[in-house]
């Protein structure tokens, strides 16, 4: 199959083209001819299948046809993030880019005046967060009774942020006559029952999840013997530390323990930055590129900044804390391995983190994760519980190696930083002092430090209960 059979015109054919896709995927070739043919589609897919394009197409062809009118916009594409919101923008730019369409967009960090003024002269797509449409729609800036196509994204996502009822109010606000695209990963009851509300006789197109397919990407547990974020930390580092680690994500619970790894990580050399949703935009969107551009090497990430990402060629996730929804795993690992290459994902397991590793085993349809087992010299570092502070802080500081420290410009610490008082502290930087790593990995590649690997026997501390 190709894009030339789904019935697309030629204008959109050679913005295809020029993207460098050569063949449609599944998604593609199920939703585009049902979406052209004016009928609801109900996508139940993830990021990572061409989803976008499987509604931007369609909604170009069809707005290519009429004009907008002033307040009234023709179409409302509806995403959970900022960042998805941007990313959807930049498909109808790539895929627009033959077509004279107009756009706004309605997502916190972006100037309310500007959009206020594209609004006025009237927009074929306005791309929102729920949130920040009916901010404009209140302020009476805005009527979506001229709403001929709405697109609902990551419909999921928008239940665990608690978007729900805002998007039923959305739904209620736009004409009955609507065609409605409407793509969510998973279906709980909630999602369905807004599905069958709102579509018409939708089209229903089922995707395979990534991480059940997905046979390019590894994954691994690696256990962890105490709950201590400080210990986590520092396993953590043994792991980001393998010698194929070209880049990766580092995905965290909670927005606090995002700042906290991503400054201990930078603290020990590593080239990271935190993304999560406190964090000002122009330092996400800035963030974000720096990644792409591999100015960056590690992102530090909450699931709601993560979801919807398009990174290109992650080689690795790691799981900081095991997702507390197993959904989440799947979406966190299938930042790897896309379009056939390898990817290889890690998750720390804590003796706490039972039920939801049980959880994510079912999700995934397996017994087990091959345990990677790290023989590392760090747990040398750590201080014993049972010892007094100071012969602990004595330890570390000699230990820490004199000669050959290197530091790697770590990333100005820009960003909002929340005070996170639910975690543990960040190493001192006396303690930190960049012993393991530089950013480029100099000190490996001259072949002086030891490296993950799937070693033969357990370390001792690996088997020693740490009381938390
Ligand atoms: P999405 O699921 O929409 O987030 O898309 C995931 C990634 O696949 C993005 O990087 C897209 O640019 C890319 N993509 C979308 N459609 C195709 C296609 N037909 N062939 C190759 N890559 C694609």
Do not use: W
Request: with cysteine; charged share 30%.
């Amino acid at each position: 199959m190709s894009f030339d059979d789904l019935g697309l015109e030629p204008k959109l054919l050679d913005a295809i083209k020029a993207s460098g896709y050569e063949n449609p995927t599944p998604i593609q070739i199920e939703a585009i001819p049902p979406a052209l043919a004016g009928k609801d589609v109900l996508g139940i897919a993830q990021t990572g299948t061409g989803k976008t394009a499987s509604f931007t197409l369609p909604m170009i062809q069809r707005l290519a046809k009429g004009r907008a009118r002033a307040r009234m916009p023709r179409s409302l594409v509806l995403a959970p993030t900022r960042e998805l919101a941007a990313q959807v923008s930049e498909n109808f730019e790539k895929y627009g880019a033959n077509h004279k369409l107009t756009m706004a967009l309605l997502i916190g960090g972006v100037s309310f005046g500007d959009q206020d003024a594209k609004l006025t002269r009237g927009v074929d797509v306005l791309i929102a967060t729920p949130g920040r449409l009916l901010d404009h729609f209140e302020r009476g800036r805005l009527l979506l009774n001229g709403i001929e196509v709405m697109v609902v994204d990551e419909a999921d996502r928008m239940l665990d942020m608690g978007f729900i009822p805002d998007i039923e109010r959305i739904f209620k606000l736009t004409p009955m006559t609507r065609q409605t695209l409407f793509f969510s990963a998973t279906m709980p009851p909630e999602i369905q029952r807004i599905t069958d509300q709102f579509l018409h006789a939708p089209v229903r197109i089922e995707v395979a999840k990534p991480a059940t397919t997905a046979e390019t990407i590894t994954q691994r547990i690696v256990r962890v013997p105490s709950k201590d974020d400080k210990t986590k930390r520092a396993v953590l580092r043994e792991v980001m530390s393998g010698k194929d680690v070209k880049n990766g994500i580092v995905f965290c619970n909670r927005k606090s323990t995002v700042d906290v790894v991503a400054k201990s990580l930078q603290k020990h050399g590593f080239n990271a930055r935190p993304i999560h949703g406190d964090l000002a935009q122009a330092f996400r969107t800035e963030t974000l590129d720096k990644f792409r551009n591999d100015e960056i090497q590690f992102l530090i990430a909450s699931d709601v900044a993560a979801r919807g990402l398009d990174i290109p060629d992650v080689s690795h996730v790691f799981n900081f804390d095991a997702p507390i929804h197993a959904d989440d795993y799947v979406h966190r690992i299938g930042r790897t391995g896309r379009a056939g290459k390898k990817g290889a994902a890690f998750m720390l397991i804590t003796p706490g983190d039972g039920k939801n590793y049980d959880a994510i085993l079912r999700t995934i349809g397996k017994d087990e994760i091959e345990e990677l087992k790290i023989t590392s010299s760090f747990e040398k570092k750590e201080p014993r519980k049972s010892r007094s502070r100071d012969s602990a802080e004595k330890d570390r500081t000699e230990e820490t190696p004199k000669k050959g420290r290197r530091k790697a410009s770590p990333e100005k610490e820009r960003h909002e930083s929340r005070k996170a008082d639910d975690e543990a502290p960040v190493e001192s930087s006396s303690e930190s002092a960049d012993r393991r790593r530089s950013g480029n990995n100099k000190k490996r590649e001259q072949g002086g430090e030891k490296t993950v690997g799937l070693g033969d026997h357990v370390p001792e501390f690996m088997t020693r209960a740490v009381a938390s």
